[in-house]
């Protein structure tokens, strides 16, 4: 069953606006994972944050981890029209093997 | 870095048919592969995990006699939806496990059209 849950569920801003997509989960998890995908594309791989890391960055992205809260958010600073596309968390949680559990994504639209 | 090669990225069939799809790791090996399904503007929903040279695990409510899945190499697993019907129409991704800090690697995903 779908573990991870994005809010919002749809974002419009303008070039340049920073993006915020949250994400909650419900299990201990090893690590999370966000991804982006292009509109009926495969999915590419952004970050992954381990459960013992608070934050991470890679060039605009910046994400954070609160384990106690269970929720994780992704910060797109200096937005720009190709960064159109859904975004998705999912989370690694040992049971009986590995497996990714992706959240319902966050539809981001920036305008130009 | 790691690719995952997935063929093809689109197929018609009829109704009754069964289609095969690819899912090939390029420059790695990969003894675990999953498959996901999506429905547009949903999110991806795990079918099974390909594990290589053994039976596939598949989640609750997935057919497995419907949905066959062979991992016969390390850089190669199939998934062949039998007798497709149109409500078996849907974009499939394949993805493998690239590294402890590299996350998953995804196929490029197929559009499969059941008529």
């Known amino acids: 069953s779908q573990q991870g849950e994005e809010d919002p569920q749809a974002l419009s801003i303008q070039e340049g606006e920073n993006a915020t997509m949250n994400c909650s989960y419900k299990?201990?998890?090893?690590?999370l994972q966000w991804y982006r995908q292009n509109s009926g594309r495969g999915l590419v791989h952004l970050i992954l944050?381990?459960?013992?890391?608070r934050e991470k960055h890679s060039g605009r992205l910046r994400v954070t981890l609160d384990t106690s809260k269970k929720s994780s958010s992704l910060l797109i600073t200096a937005s720009r029209a190709a960064d159109t596309a859904s975004y998705f968390c999912a989370t690694d949680a040992l049971t009986g093997g590995f497996k990714t559990i992706f959240g319902a994504g966050t539809r981001l639209f920036v305008k130009a | 870095g790691a690719v995952v090669s997935q063929h093809p990225s689109r197929v018609i069939c009829k109704s009754g048919t069964s289609v095969k799809i690819e899912c090939r790791s390029l420059d790695f090996q990969a003894t675990t592969m999953f498959w996901y399904r999506q429905f547009p503007k949903q999110s991806l929903m795990l079918m099974a995990t390909s594990n290589e040279g053994s039976k596939a695990t598949y989640e609750q409510g997935v057919e497995k006699d419907k949905f066959l899945i062979n991992h016969a190499s390390l850089t190669l697993s199939t998934l062949t939806v039998t007798s497709a019907h149109p409500e078996d129409s849907s974009f499939y991704i394949c993805s493998a496990l690239t590294g402890a800090n590299y996350g998953y690697t995804f196929g490029s995903g197929t559009r499969l059209t059941v008529v």
């Open positions: 299990t201990s998890i090893n690590n």
């Open positions: 944050i381990r459960s013992n890391e």
